[in-house]
């Protein structure tokens, strides 16, 4: 009984998330949100906070599983084509060069330093979306 109620709770606090960022992109500021909703001011600001938090680690893991599913795509493809390029055939050759340039991008081993200072990542996207949807 009690973790039906723990569930159920949850549910409600998770739907309360979202109708909160649904309200936040519709423009309305935390005091509208919070008679909405009919939770404090506080309360609708941390629903909107979290919601975004979740959204970010969500996508960054996404990110993070894709990144990985083509790394080792690439590994296979090299894996392949390794010995023939091993023996001098320049048409391999050429190839894996092509398999390490796409992996050094995918791994981002090719930004110039001061270049990957100003590289936006999802989460510094979604830590931006944060930010600006708290505000009024």
Same mark, same amino acid.
């Given at each position: 009984m009690a973790t039906q109620k723990n569930t159920s709770k949850k549910l409600c606090?998770?739907?309360k998330q979202?109708?909160?960022v649904m309200f936040r992109m519709q423009n309305l500021t935390f005091q509208q949100i919070s008679e909405r909703l009919g939770v404090s001011v506080s309360q609708a600001h941390r629903y909107v906070q979290n919601s975004l938090k979740d959204l970010a680690e969500k996508l960054s893991e996404d990110t993070q599983a894709l990144r990985e599913l083509h790394r080792q795509r690439l590994d296979r493809m090299a894996a392949g084509l390794w010995?023939?390029?091993e023996t001098g055939n320049t048409q391999a050759i050429t190839t894996m060069l092509k398999l390490m340039e796409?992996?050094?991008v995918l791994l981002g081993l090719d930004v110039p330093s001061a270049k990957r200072e100003?590289?936006?990542r999802y989460d510094e996207i979604a830590e931006r979306? @944060?930010?600006n949807a @708290?505000?009024?």
């Open positions: 606090v998770v739907q979202q109708q909160a010995p023939a390029a796409r992996e050094a100003e590289h936006t979306l @944060m930010r @708290m505000r009024d």
